[in-house]
């Protein structure tokens, strides 16, 4: 796994803006998180690329389907150089264990999403019938039984997830100021590391400045 704890989200699914993304970066101070939107725009050559210029990869594409189908799309990404991969813990425990049973053998870990940090409480209580929190401990209780290697959830929920000692944890939602954006649990990234973070993801706060690679140290000396 990689030393920093910074993973930086490139979210473009234009070549000539994505690279001058990574150019600016340092693989020595953080990994990359390659989503969905660069993907499935820019595909597997664009991990190639991140990879060639020496950075660890965290493909974050959120898989949740029934167990086969997990199951073999993991197959068909085991061959790429990434480090970390997502799937959703509410596809259950069969599911998530479909998928550590694809890498074994193998370097890559898997984390499950527990629930998406865009989502308020109030939002939860909808969907779920409960708060954020219990939707979260509940998660946590099935990627624990499931034995996956760690969860992805915001910073608030990080005290359910420290005294469990067999998960990572791997935390978006990190915004150095308030944020108006799309956003709703977030945190600075050092409150986060405090609380015992082993990953902060962040994204548009490094990647829209004008000065990214200062921003990326500024990001790596205030976690330190």
Not at 94 to 101: D, L
Not at 174 to 201: C, N, Y
Request: hydrophobic share 40%; with cysteine.
């Amino acid at each position: 796994m990689a030393n920093s704890k910074i993973i930086i989200a490139i979210d473009s699914y234009e070549y000539d803006q994505a690279s001058h993304i990574l150019e600016q970066l340092n693989p020595s101070l953080c990994m990359i998180k390659i989503g969905s939107i660069t993907f499935n725009s820019l595909g597997k050559e664009f991990i190639y690329l991140a990879h060639g210029k020496g950075f660890e990869i965290f493909l974050d594409l959120k898989l949740h389907d029934i167990p086969n189908t997990v199951q073999k799309s993991i197959e068909g990404l085991i061959t790429l150089p990434i480090k970390m991969l997502t799937i959703h813990t509410s596809g259950g425990i069969k599911m998530m264990q479909a998928a550590m049973q694809v890498v074994k053998d193998i370097e890559i870990k898997i984390f499950g999403v527990t629930v998406l940090t865009s989502l308020s409480d109030e939002d939860t209580n909808y969907i779920f019938r409960r708060e954020a929190q219990d939707q979260v401990k509940a998660m946590l209780d099935l990627a624990e039984e499931a034995r996956i290697d760690g969860i992805v959830c915001s910073p608030h929920e990080l005290h359910l997830v420290t005294p469990r000692s067999s998960l990572l944890s791997i935390t978006p939602g990190i915004r150095f100021t308030p944020s108006d954006d799309d956003q709703r649990r977030i945190m600075t990234p050092k409150q986060a590391i405090e609380l015992g973070a082993d990953f902060i993801v962040i994204g548009r706060p490094i990647t829209e400045s004008n000065n990214i690679s200062k921003s990326l140290n500024d990001l790596s000396e205030q976690i330190k």
